[in-house]
């Protein structure tokens, strides 16, 4: 079955750089775009950016001079990296599949602290 | 950026009883196709969103035909009939018409 899951430190230092990686199973990066959304403690849901199928992303323009997404189709994983951390990155972070999000890891908590 | 206002609910909803949450959009989501790029999330306590509705109207899979979704261009409403335990959480609409994707602060739902 189609599977999303997240991976990454769950405490990043400020000004320092978070990487995450999100491995899927069940379908594959060739047909189907894989989105970032992430979510504060307690707040509502921000889309980050995405991978498309063909290999192109788009960034939140509030992110883009920060954030950076690639992939590795023959691991069927999904790379995030974002950098100059600040405490208010802290959040969990979703990867999630396609345009309609049909499909969502279980997420990855990230706590920006010295 | 397209802002997405979602409505409170009227908190504790009584089991059994109907819930409608709302959610407006600042520009219309009505492509040229006919289609409405609009969809409906549940997030239950502790758990990742869920998709319930796209399409603004089409029932993802697996989804309970309690969920119904409709609305116009610019004004949207998702439908729970007959409220249960399991439908406890927080319902985000969100728009995928053009980047970058927003979602609404979301409604709570709690029940009685």
């Known amino acids: 079955q189609v599977q999303l899951k997240e991976s990454g430190p769950g405490l990043v230092q400020p000004s320092q750089t978070l990487s995450l990686t999100c491995t899927v199973s069940g379908f594959s990066l060739m047909d189907y775009s894989v989105h970032w959304v992430r979510q504060p403690p307690g707040k509502g849901l921000e889309w980050m950016g995405r991978?498309?199928?063909?290999?192109?992303?788009y960034y939140n323009s509030a992110l883009k001079s920060r954030l950076s997404i690639s992939r590795d189709t023959s691991k069927s994983q999904v790379f995030l990296k974002m950098n100059s951390l600040q405490t208010e990155d802290t959040a969990i972070y979703y990867c999630?599949?396609?345009?309609?999000?049909?499909?969502w890891g279980q997420g990855a908590s990230v706590t920006v602290s010295s | 950026d397209i802002v997405m206002t979602q409505g409170a609910l009227p908190n504790p909803v009584p089991s059994g009883e109907s819930a409608s949450i709302t959610c407006q959009s600042s520009?219309?989501?009505?492509?040229?196709?006919?289609?409405?790029?609009l969809n409906w999330y549940l997030q239950r306590p502790g758990q990742s969103p869920q998709l319930l509705i796209y399409?603004?109207?089409t029932r993802a899979s697996g989804v309970s035909d309690r969920f119904s979704g409709s609305g116009s261009g610019t004004d949207f409403t998702l439908k729970i009939s007959s409220v249960e335990a399991e439908d406890v959480g927080v319902y985000y609409c969100?728009?995928?018409?053009?980047?970058?994707?927003?979602f609404g602060a979301g409604t709570k739902l709690e029940l009685k």
């Open positions: 969100q728009q995928f018409l053009e980047y970058p994707y927003t």
């Open positions: 520009k219309s989501l009505l492509h040229s196709n006919g289609k409405t790029y």
């Open positions: 399409w603004m109207s």
């Open positions: 991978m498309k199928y063909d290999g192109d992303t």
């Open positions: 999630t599949r396609a345009l309609f999000m049909d499909a």
